[in-house]
């Protein structure tokens, strides 16, 4: 990355550690922490492992798509490269608001390794899109079951979080299939770039329409294969059901069974559509305010801090670590290769 990027994002980055630690200071301050980590420490390893497990199977699926577009669009690439590309995404969502790091540096990685920008653009659109459709969905059909269990903020958030991702969906949609509104924003970008006086702006003008008229043509050639289009969207609908429903295998842990895994799948979407469109870093606070009010109905008073922090540690904070560990070795990966050409240019110079 260069060096604006990388000050970026270590800027993002304590921002996110900030609003964690301000988020667990507020729920923990009138806690026990030592009987809270005796209650996580108590929980039934298997089902643990069955949840870090089904988050994996979460960012299996979602290569699966991401690899399935970028081989119709004719490149060459290896599903183990794109689930690293999947993991960088993640990370860089959780540390930016509203999850806009994400795509952008994906796709800063995979042209480091030589895909077409054009082709991973429209690639993380389409998965952007079923993801979108996916969320909002089983969000509307699961709120049916469980508004009576959410009071009246709740209910006004979920509404605002379906507005939002709803909005994005609309401009997703306006991306992919709108030549026009792809030109207006390329010339928007254009003047942003004069406002604050890029160099070089003509090439990087011609760069852009260059890669805009690709994206079209390749745009075009997506939503001719409606077989793609549907495969996307079922593979992401599994995808979320698998991710919605890791918070029951924490249920279990604690060796409750009362409740059934679609009670607590839907719970669990139902936070997700009203959280995901939240301009907060990985949704932080908001993530942990919403599951403590809407999962009392799963656990007694005294065990719901407890859950909720095994809960979120394994479908989230367990995986921005990971992730955080890939983007490191990719970084240093990308480092090493710039030095080896450039060591080889200076003798290549010499001689």
């Excluded at 890029?198 to 409606?226: G, I, S």
């Excluded at 279990?252 to 895994?261: E, L, T, V």
């Amino acid at each position: 990355m260069e060096k604006k990027e990388t000050k970026k994002s270590i800027r993002n980055l304590l921002i996110f550690v900030i609003l964690i630690f301000l988020t667990f200071y507020i729920i923990f301050k009138d806690q026990n922490p030592t009987e809270i980590l005796d209650l996580v420490r108590s929980a039934d390893l298997k089902f643990v492992l069955i949840a870090i497990g089904f988050m994996i199977l979460y960012f299996l699926f979602e290569t699966i798509n991401v690899t399935r577009t970028l081989k119709t669009l004719g490149e060459k690439t290896s599903f183990i490269r794109n689930f690293r590309y999947t993991l960088i995404g993640f990370f860089f969502s959780s540390i930016t608001p509203a999850a806009s790091g994400g795509q952008p540096m994906e796709i800063y990685y995979m042209s480091r390794d030589g895909l077409n920008v054009a082709n991973s653009t429209l690639a993380l659109l389409v998965n952007l899109t079923s993801m979108q459709i996916a969320t909002i969905s089983i969000g509307i059909i699961s709120v049916f079951f469980n508004y009576k269990y959410m009071n009246p903020p709740l209910i006004i958030f979920f509404i605002v979080g379906i507005l939002l991702n709803a909005s994005a969906l609309a401009l997703l949609l306006i991306s992919i299939c709108s030549k026009r509104v792809t030109a207006w924003l390329i010339r928007f970008a254009v003047k942003v770039m004069k406002f604050f006086k890029v160099k070089n702006m003509d090439k990087k003008q011609e760069w852009m329409e260059q890669e805009l008229a690709k994206y079209q043509v390749n745009a075009v050639y997506v939503k001719t294969h409606k077989l793609l289009i549907f495969k996307t969207i079922i593979t992401t609908y599994i995808q979320f059901l698998i991710y919605y429903s890791v918070p029951y295998w924490i249920y279990r842990s604690f060796g409750y069974n009362k409740s059934n895994i679609l009670e607590v799948l839907s719970m669990q979407a139902v936070l997700f559509a009203t959280v995901s469109g939240i301009p907060s870093p990985g949704a932080v606070g908001v993530s942990e305010g919403g599951f403590m009010e809407l999962f009392k109905k799963f656990y007694p008073q005294s065990q719901i801090a407890s859950s909720m922090l095994l809960c979120r540690g394994v479908n989230f904070y367990l995986f921005v670590i990971i992730s955080c560990v890939v983007v490191m070795i990719s970084s240093l990966r990308d480092k090493k290769v710039k030095l080896e050409a450039k060591e080889t240019e200076e003798k290549n110079g010499e001689v």
